[in-house]
């Protein structure tokens, strides 16, 4: 039996790509589960969510292909993160970068005039009064909140 090399998983076998199991060891990924991220902002049904992250949220803790939910108002809509970025409110903030060594300064800056966003794209609606997922056939409002998927959502 050749040996697998960890490098290039199987790519038919998901559990290669995100491991469900390895979550057990108390990673922080696992302690993650049901937190809140951040809220939408904007996006459409065929390009995705755009999700601007909550100050707290340490965006080095997230990955490209991690579950999340969508709280809406009558839906939550199961999601799946498709990209992560840094945005600012003043363009004058990426050609000019404060210096962050002063801790008041990163804690104005951090979060508020420098932020992460993150886009997903929505996979799957269950309404509130039925148990079944559905295809994705709407979006979420502005301002919903946003949170690491849950065992009981997937």
């Known amino acids: 039996m050749p040996t697998r090399d960890p490098l290039f998983p199987d790519s038919d076998n998901l559990d290669d790509w995100f491991p469900r199991d390895a979550l057990l060891d108390g990673s922080p990924a696992l302690t993650m589960a049901g937190q809140r991220l951040g809220v939408v902002v904007g996006g459409s049904l065929s390009k995705g969510l755009e999700v601007k992250l909550d100050r707290e949220t340490i965006i080095e803790n997230l990955a490209v292909g991690r579950y999340v939910v969508v709280r809406g108002q009558r839906k939550r809509f199961f ?34 005039a420098a932020f992460g966003t993150l ?36």
Do not use: Q, W
């Open 79 to 112: 999601c799946m993160i498709t990209d992560i970025m840094l945005d600012a409110t003043n363009p004058a903030i990426r050609s000019d970068p404060p210096d962050l060594s002063d801790p008041f300064l990163r804690e104005i800056y951090t979060g508020t």
């Open 119 to 154: 886009h997903v794209a929505p996979m799957l609606t269950i309404d509130e009064d039925e148990a079944e997922p559905k295809p994705v056939k709407t979006i979420p409002s502005h301002f919903m909140p946003v949170e690491i998927a849950t065992a009981e959502d997937v």
